[in-house]
């Protein structure tokens, strides 16, 4: 319900400005960046919710900045401080955010997104997808081309990584459709699909 996102966006918010009235030390600037990454994160997952995919973007780009603070603390390194949750939202978020920016057209932000997610989850080929898409859009076919391609064997990709998890290539698949069914295409398209159909 939008009453209750933006009850939950004020209480973020604030949760932001008393984070920030914090005195500084050097453990409290890493509890601090911790705490500023994860409200960040939650204030763009609502805005996500509420379908304000660019709002979203800037505040998980916030969260992101705060949480590379936090990780080149020896806390962190050392197993003190944990960042597995905040990780976990701003992999799927910035994800998600990315496809839904593609979808609505704005291809220049959807790879800025997709490419910040990458920086902290290399491993997560299904954000590969998201960048060969905005990258296909945006005129730059051979780099999306290369990415296409590169994946095309790998089975089970996804945020979770399970067996339940869609192959590469059904993956991009789906995905082609929705964009068609958004008013996107491109040449590309068509080859891809040309080439996956060959390796059935």
């Known amino acids: ?6 009850q939950a966006l004020k209480s973020y918010q604030d949760g932001i400005a008393n984070v920030e009235a914090w005195p500084k030390s050097e453990f409290d600037e890493v509890a601090r960046s911790y705490a500023l990454s994860d409200l ?5 997952t609502v805005q996500a919710d509420q379908q304000k995919f660019a709002d979203a973007l ?11 603070q936090a990780v080149s603390s020896d806390m962190v390194r050392s197993g003190i401080v944990q960042l597995d949750l905040v990780t976990s939202r701003l992999i799927e978020g910035l994800g998600n955010v990315s496809m839904n920016l593609t979808v609505a057209g ?3 932000h959807a790879l800025t997104a997709a490419e910040e997610a990458l920086t902290i989850a290399p491993d997560q ?4 997808g998201n960048r060969a898409n905005a990258l296909m859009l945006l005129g730059r076919t051979e780099e999306a081309r290369d990415i296409y391609r590169k994946y095309k064997s790998e089975q ?7 067996d339940d998890a869609p192959s590469w290539i059904q993956s991009v698949l789906s995905d082609f459709k929705a964009l068609r069914d958004a008013g996107f295409s491109s040449p590309l398209m068509g080859e891809i699909e040309q080439e996956f159909s060959a390796q059935k």
Do not use: C, E
Not at 40 to 44: D, I, M, Q, R
């Open 1 to 6: 319900m939008r009453g209750d996102d933006d």
């Open 40 to 44: 960040y994160g939650y204030v763009g």
């Open 58 to 68: 800037n505040s998980f780009t916030v969260s992101l900045g705060f949480y590379k």
């Open 106 to 108: 704005d291809f220049a």
């Open 125 to 128: 080929i299904w954000l590969q």
């Open 156 to 162: 089970h990709i996804g945020p979770a990584g399970n």
